[in-house]
């Protein structure tokens, strides 16, 4: 698996827009593209529908907003940790204070 820098892709996806005009569909302009950069057709028009859904061309849920997502899916995972945690000591502790001292 090759990993491209992010001036790589945002090239890559300028190219495509550049050739676009001179091709009769997306996919044509984008197997142009890719064969120039040796790159693979299908991640190139990933990276482009990325860039369309970020920039607003295209409906879809933006790099940032899925971020954003993620990060709150993590909190809330670790909230229900921390709650299940504080659970367990509060059971612990209402046993301690029922039990008879002596």
């Known amino acids: ?13 300028r190219m495509v827009a550049e050739v676009r005009p001179e091709h009769p569909h997306e996919t044509a302009a984008l197997r142009h593209v890719a064969g120039l950069l040796g790159m693979n057709v299908e991640t190139l028009r ?9 920039a607003g061309v295209r409906p879809g849920t933006t790099s940032e907003e899925a971020e954003e997502i993620k990060r709150l899916k993590r909190e809330v995972a670790e909230l229900r940790r921390a709650n299940e945690i504080l659970k367990s000591a509060s059971v612990f502790f209402a046993k301690e204070l029922d039990r008879p001292t002596t």
């Open 1 to 13: 698996m090759a990993r491209y820098t992010n001036e790589m892709r945002e090239r890559a996806v």
């Open 46 to 54: 990933l990276w482009v529908h990325r860039a369309q859904v970020d």
